[in-house]
């Protein structure tokens, strides 16, 4: 802030006594410039904050509005750094082209990264697998539910005990699907989420060989119930079909292992390639100003 200050005052003398036009021109030159690279730091940091909130974001919506923040945030550094660059070619200094450069080097790396990254995080695949667990899956797991509670009632009584233990492995069956669905989408490795579908395939099957079993029990009247309860089932497992297609996109998951791994550590290094430049200006400036 001193060497901008300084600069400051130079500038109104030279204005009010027309003298050295040359580094008046000079010195407003190397004022634009440090106010580019200090923009430039703030763009680097919206832009980091759009992307950590277009993954985070559980709707299409707003991951969309956040990837479009960070994209036009991205834009505006790409503007600054275009305008920056012929400026402190002109200024000379070897140390700060080459800071420029160093710069340009990593904001190319990071935006490749986030074209990868925001592509991902607006497909959302997760948090769709989720909002199917927690809407049509349940929905057709707790009607199944209904639909096996009214049909036991149809059993006759010699075989009521043995009625309801059937409806009860049934519902169980389809409960501890629905209790590995949220392990499912948050897992990021495919060898576990393979092992999570074999437990979720062989609940299926024990529900489905209790309601085969079931209906061998249930008099006539109990026998719209129980196609009820089968036809619940059948949605429940196309809902699950789908659920588990979106988990293993795994976009979520795979953005958000990027943004907190490589692209943290790419922002980083192009922040601090920023920061070395604008020390740099700075140093320029008092030199300027002697």
């Known amino acids: 802030m001193r060497g901008m200050r300084s600069i400051c005052v130079v500038l109104g003398v030279l204005a009010a006594t027309g003298c050295d036009r040359g580094l008046g021109a000079a010195l ?16 680097l940091h919206e832009s980091a904050e759009s992307v950590q909130r277009a993954i985070m974001a559980d709707t299409d919506e707003s991951s969309t ?10 834009s505006a550094l790409e503007a600054d750094l275009a305008a920056i660059e012929p400026i402190v070619a002109q200024l000379g200094s070897p140390d700060e ?19 990868t990254l925001l592509d991902l995080a607006v497909e959302n695949t997760n948090g769709k697998a989720q909002r199917l667990a927690f809407g049509p899956a349940r929905e057709a797991a707790d009607a199944m539910r209904d639909h096996l509670d009214a049909a036991v009632r149809a059993a006759p009584p010699a075989r009521a005990l043995r009625a309801q233990l059937l409806a009860v492995r049934a519902q169980l069956g389809v409960r501890e699907i629905q209790a590995l669905q949220a392990p499912h989408i ?21 529900a489905r060989a209790s309601l085969a079993e079931l209906s061998q029990l249930l008099e006539p009247a109990g026998e719209s119930e129980l196609a009820a309860a089968r036809g619940a089932l059948e949605r429940f497992a196309q ?7 979106l988990s293993r996109e795994n976009s979520d998951v795979r953005s958000l292992a990027v943004a907190l791994g490589d692209r943290r550590t790419l922002a980083a290094t192009c922040d601090a390639a920023v920061t070395a430049l604008q020390q740099e200006l700075a140093k ?3 030199q300027a100003t002697r």
């Open 65 to 74: 509005a956040f990837a479009s923040e960070a994209r036009q945030a991205s």
């Open 186 to 206: 948050a897992e990021a490795q495919d060898a576990v989420m393979t092992q999570l579908e074999k437990q979720m395939a062989d609940s299926e099957s024990a």
């Open 97 to 115: 082209v080459r800071l420029v450069q160093d710069v340009r080097a990593a904001f190319g790396r990071l935006q490749e990264l986030d074209r």
């Open 284 to 286: 320029h400036g008092l």
């Open 28 to 43: 407003t030159n190397l004022l634009e410039a440090q106010k580019l690279a200090a923009d430039m730091r703030v763009q």
């Open 239 to 245: 809902t699950q079909h789908e659920l588990l297609a």
